[in-house]
């Protein structure tokens, strides 16, 4: 299933704010909450964790993964948790709007 521009930064923000993951752990958090119906390749991944990052809604920090494995972790700033609030109301006025058409078209 492929996701609306802009819905993959909001999935992450909202991901991310139950606490610190790396990149990988991110991808399998969003396939298992999605019942494996999104899938998120590197190519879309890392860009959009960037992007983020650049917007100051996310830091970095690298660590070790639980296997022991060097990685880079993503956490929330508090610029980022209110973005993910913001978005969050924006994604429902407009999934109720959408579902408005699709029941009365």
Excluded at 55 to 62: D, N
Excluded at 67 to 94: M, N, P
Aim: aromatic content about 6%; glycine content about 10%; overall charge positive.
């Amino acid at each position: 299933m492929d996701l609306l521009q802009g819905t993959l930064d909001m999935l992450i923000l909202r991901i991310l704010s139950s606490g610190k993951r790396h990149g990988y752990d991110i991808t399998k958090r969003i396939l298992l909450l999605s019942d494996s119906k999104l899938k998120v390749g590197h190519g879309s991944l890392y860009p959009a964790l960037h992007r983020l990052e650049t917007k100051g809604f996310i830091t970095s920090s690298r660590g070790h993964t639980e296997k022991g494995r060097a990685a880079k972790f993503y956490e929330l700033t508090s610029v980022g948790r209110e973005q993910i609030s913001s978005e969050k109301q924006q994604w429902e006025e407009f999934a109720a709007v959408i579902n408005r058409i699709m029941e009365e078209g």
